[in-house]
């Protein structure tokens, strides 16, 4: 499933390409994906001037005078700009072309992304209520500290959830956690400040790092063959439950927590 990095490096992969693009025409293969494609994508869309690609969580927006496409990339979905001839493959769902002569293209087979339209000046309900973003200014030490006082649900799914922090998903956690010496299972209410300053700092070091190894997948961006951008990583804990750390040689324990697949080293993380 495409994370916080993976969406942020197929939006900086896209701007190039996509910024300052008129839009031609906008092609439907179907009505819907997790949601109905709403009809402003067909009507106000075509002929305005895309502004910017932005990101908020792990939704993208196309920004123009009149509002802006919100796409989602689900669990499954990839957005490539393609020469506008490029034959269409299985679970090619929209067109969007530019009149560059390329093509925004969105591939999603199990089509649990989306398509809306957020009208200019409004905020899109799915927007609203979201914490800040991990890698702004606003997400600090002392924010985690303030908004985690008195919670008692571990310390990891305070840190997934999006009222909290925005686009901090399993892997992300997980690895965040780890690189603090924080165990994800302590309540958050009673981590120490000095704790969350290093979560925070943790959590905005490994986005960072993830975002840094996906531009170097973008020199196939474009092109048929091209790479959505979701790419390997170096993991300390995130999927490794049973294996040694690799900073201590304990055996990583592995637990579900708030129904997620949870892995942390109960030496090093306390
Ligand atoms: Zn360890």
């Not at 994370?3 to 701007?15: H, K, N, S």
């Not at 969105?106 to 979201?130: I, K, M, S, V, Y």
Request: aromatic share 6%.
């Amino acid at each position: 499933m495409p994370e916080l990095p993976e969406v942020e490096t197929t939006r900086r992969g896209l701007a190039p390409h996509v910024e300052g693009q008129r839009v031609a025409a906008v092609i439907l293969r179907r009505p819907d994906l997790r949601w109905p494609i709403p009809a402003e994508i067909s009507t106000r869309l075509p002929g305005r001037r895309i502004r910017s690609v932005t990101r908020r969580a792990k939704y993208l927006l196309l920004d123009t005078d009149e509002g802006a496409a919100l796409l989602h990339l689900g669990m499954s979905g990839a957005l490539r700009v393609l020469p506008a001839a490029t034959p269409i493959r299985a679970h090619d769902h929209v067109d969007i072309e530019l009149d560059s002569g390329r093509v925004l293209r969105f591939n999603d087979p199990r089509r649990f992304g989306c398509l809306l339209w957020q009208p200019a000046g409004e905020t899109h309900p799915l927007l609203a209520g979201l914490g800040p973003e991990p890698l702004s200014d606003a997400f600090d030490g002392a924010y985690l500290f303030r908004l985690s006082r008195g919670r008692r649900a571990p310390v990891k799914a305070f840190l997934m959830d999006q009222a909290a922090v925005v686009g901090v998903g399993n892997i992300y956690a997980a690895e965040a956690l780890f690189l603090a010496g924080i165990s994800p299972l302590r309540a958050a209410g009673k981590v120490s400040p000095e704790r969350y300053e290093r979560l925070a700092a943790s959590v905005k070091t490994v986005l960072a790092h993830a975002i840094e190894r996906g531009g170097t997948t973008l020199r196939d961006f474009i092109g048929p063959d091209g790479s959505p951008g979701y790419f390997e990583q170096e993991l300390s804990v995130y999927g490794r439950g049973g294996e040694p750390c690799k900073a201590c040689g304990r055996v990583l324990r592995e637990q579900p927590i708030g129904q997620r697949a949870s892995v942390w080293c109960p030496r090093c993380q306390r």
